[in-house]
Nanobody
Framework: QVQLVESGGGLVQPGGSLRLSCSASQNISSGYDMGWYRQAPGKERELVAISRTVFTAFYGDSVRGRFTISRDSDSNTVFLQMNSLKSDDTGVYYC?????????WGQGTQVTVSS
């Protein structure tokens, strides 16, 4: 069972930036999506961004233009660069790996945007 380890969450002021990382415990071949979801208190989990390949990414409407997902296949790591953060971005961010026979979640990392 692949394990996902996230890091990089924390407290940041509105307008600031954070970078999240998620590393998989084993080699991830092409055809598997690695991405991020988030869940705010009292709300459902929502898509933030998905990296389908090194060159293909999808973003949720609320983060498009502010967040950038990238993927390092050599280290089996996906990154989420979050810029121009808003209070609405506050929540627990979960890394996800999906594909044939795989549906794995990380433990989550808290992101709090507050002055």
């Amino acid at each position: 069972q692949v394990q996902l380890v996230e890091s990089g969450g924390g407290l940041v002021q509105p307008g600031g930036s954070l970078r999240l990382s998620c590393s998989a415990s084993q080699n991830i071949s092409s055809g598997y999506d690695m991405g991020w979801y988030r869940q705010a208190p009292g709300k459902e989990r929502e898509l933030v961004a998905i990296s389908r390949t090194v060159f293909t990414a999808f973003y949720g409407d609320s983060v498009r233009g502010r967040f950038t997902i990238s993927r390092d296949s050599d280290s089996n790591t996906v990154f989420l660069q979050m810029n121009s953060l808003k209070s609405d971005d506050t929540g627990v961010y979960y890394c996800h790996l999906g594909g044939p026979g795989v549906n794995a979640w990380g433990q989550g990392t808290q992101v709090t945007v507050s002055s």
